[in-house]
T-cell receptor, first 115, second 109 residues
Framework: NAGVTQTPKFQVLKTGQSMTLQCAQDMNHNSMYWYRQDPGMGLRLIYY???????DKGEVPNGYNVSRLNKREFSLRLESAAPSQTSVYFC??????????????FGPGTRLTVL | RKEVEQDPGPFNVPEGATVAFNCTYSNSASQSFFWYRQDCRKEPKLLMS???SGNEDGRFTAQLNRASQYISLLIRDSKLSDSATYLC??????????FGTGTRLKVLA
């Protein structure tokens, strides 16, 4: 049981290049999220997916697209990377129970630098 | 005003000390509250959920004050391994989890 996995762990891009960050979870969770974390700021939501086949914008969606490929996988794509997208990206999933205390589980993160 | 506010610290405390952090939230509709721990360059991990009646897990005690809209985390008998950043997280039972910027704790030998 690996939990939430992300690839790659590190990436350096040049301005204008594109790339896809991969995320997968093996906990049978319905909800998945993509966040970015910048120094001095809390985690900010980029996109989320409440269930397979649905995606919605979060707080900072500009410059990103997502795909919920199936229940396990949720990818984040940067079509034309910009230096402002230099950040640490975390994928998370949330339990599907009826409890209001469904915690989020996070992947190990992708450290992206855009030159 | 930020939706979730925390003192960034750092809180520098000696081993064995008791330390407390507060976190204030602005949305009165918030229903679920959490403390996460984040080590340097690692992902956040759940430390504990915060229930209305307060809850304790070993050396850690969490309290919720709905009237004043804050939650607290108390760490007793601090260990070197407690050094980390502690994130306050608030949820209103929708998809939306709001994260504080974190409070940094350094436990000194």
């Amino acid at each position: 049981n690996a939990g939430v996995t992300q690839t790659p762990k590190f990436q350096v891009l040049k301005t204008g290049q594109s790339m896809t960050l991969q995320c997968a979870q093996d906990m049978n969770h319905n909800s998945m999220y993509w966040y970015r974390q910048d120094p001095g700021m809390g985690l900010r939501l980029i996109y989320y997916s409440a269930s397979e086949g649905t995606t919605d914008k979060g707080e900072v969606p500009n410059g990103y697209n997502v795909s919920r490929l199936n229940k396990r996988e949720f990818s984040l794509r940067l079509e034309s990377a910009a230096p402002s997208q230099t950040s640490v990206y975390f994928c998370a999933s949330r339990g599907s129970g009826t409890s209001s205390y469904n915690e989020q589980f996070f992947g190990p993160g992708t450290r992206l630098t855009v030159l | 005003r930020k939706e979730v506010e925390q003192d960034p610290g750092p809180f520098n405390v000696p081993e064995g000390a008791t330390v407390a952090f507060n976190c204030t939230y602005s949305n009165s509709a918030s229903q679920s509250f959490f403390w996460y721990r984040q080590d340097c360059r690692k992902e956040p991990k759940l430390l504990m959920s915060v229930y209305s009646s307060g809850n304790e897990d070993g050396r850690f005690t969490a309290q919720l004050n709905r009237a004043s809209q804050y939650i607290s985390l108390l760490i007793r008998d601090s260990k070197l391994s407690d050094s980390a950043t502690y994130l306050c997280v608030v949820n209103d039972r929708t998809y939306k989890y709001i994260f504080g910027t974190g409070t940094r704790l350094k436990v000194l030998a």
